[in-house]
């Protein structure tokens, strides 16, 4: 098992950043690939970025590209998702995911698949 922590939220105006991080603790941090999700208000939960357990392969929705970027440190047991020019629609919850059954190079993509789950934290843009 492994257990997700996220941190860094906060409130930012529009155009601004933030970094959010995710602490992974229990099994080797490499045995997963990494992601995160978020949900804004009366919406769905959706993906919004992905990481392949080697690191080298990543997925971002159409949305953020260009914008949000996702890394891990397989040394440091954490994920990191770096949010730039900001936007109000991206306010949301955003969680960290991990799934414990990825393949070494490609990202996991699909809801279904993430076996473990953050408590979230709370990103909101001002306009």
């Known amino acids: 098992q492994v257990q997700l922590v996220e941190s860094g939220g906060g409130l930012v105006q529009a155009g601004g950043s933030l970094r959010l991080s995710c602490a992974a603790s229990g099994r080797t941090f490499s045995y997963y690939a990494m992601g995160w999700f978020r949900q804004g208000p009366g919406k769905e939960r959706d993906i919004v970025a992905a990481?392949?357990?080697?690191?080298?392969?990543?997925y971002y929705a159409e949305s953020v590209k260009g914008r949000f970027t996702i890394s891990r440190d397989n040394a440091k047991n954490t994920v990191n998702l770096q949010m730039n020019s900001l936007k109000p629609e991206d306010t949301a919850v955003y969680y960290c995911?991990?799934?414990?059954?990825?393949?070494?190079?490609?990202?996991?993509?699909?809801?279904?698949?993430?076996?473990?789950w953050g408590q979230g934290t709370q990103v909101t843009v001002s306009s």
């Open positions: 990481i392949s357990r080697s690191g080298l392969s990543t």
């Open positions: 995911v991990a799934d414990a059954h990825a393949s070494f190079t490609v990202p996991t993509t699909t809801t279904p698949a993430y076996d473990y």
